[in-house]
Nanobody, 123 residues
Framework: VQLQASGGGLVQAGGSLRLSCAAS????????MGWFRQAPGKEREFVAGISWSGGSTNYVDSVKGRFTISRDNAKNTVYLQMNSLKPEDTAVYLCAAAKTYYASRRLGEYDYWGQGTQVTVSS
C-alpha cells in the first residue's frame, strides 16, 4: 500500500488549505482512513477519521467545526479541508489507512502511513 499526501503549505491564520491523500495498492474503498498530525517535540495526534463508505466521520475536539474529512472512492483519495487555521495547527500532517472499515481514532488501528505534508500557519 502506498499513500501520497499533498496540499500542505504556508498560510496565514484564518486561512484555508485542502490536503489530499492518494492511495494505491490496496482495496481502498473497504478501509477506514485517517489524518494525523505531529508537531516538533510532540506525539502524533489523531485529527480526523472517515469510514469506508464516508458515512461516518469523527474529529479531535480542537478541529471540530473547522476541518472536514471526505473521500472519493472512485479516485482512491481522501481529503482534509482545513478552514479557519490557527498557528497551533502547524504540524506535519499524515494520512493513514486503517486495518478496519470504520473511522478509528486509535493510532494502533492504522497500518499504512503516508510520508506527510507540512502545514505551517503564521500568526
Amino acid at each position: 500500500v502506498q499513500l501520497q499526501a499533498s496540499g500542505g503549505g504556508l498560510v496565514q491564520a484564518g486561512g484555508s488549505l485542502r490536503l489530499s491523500c492518494a492511495a494505491s495498492g490496496r482495496t481502498f474503498s473497504s478501509a477506514g482512513m485517517g489524518w494525523f498530525r505531529q508537531a516538533p517535540g510532540k506525539e502524533r495526534e489523531f485529527v480526523a477519521g472517515i469510514s469506508w463508505s464516508g458515512g461516518s466521520t469523527n474529529y479531535v475536539d480542537s478541529v471540530k467545526g473547522r476541518f472536514t474529512i471526505s473521500r472519493d472512492n472512485a479516485k482512491n483519495t481522501v481529503y482534509l479541508q482545513m478552514n479557519s487555521l490557527k498557528p497551533e495547527d502547524t504540524a506535519v500532517y499524515l494520512c493513514a489507512a486503517a486495518k478496519t472499515y470504520y473511522a478509528s481514532r486509535r493510532l494502533g488501528e492504522y497500518d499504512y502511513w503516508g510520508q506527510g505534508t507540512q502545514v505551517t500557519v503564521s500568526s
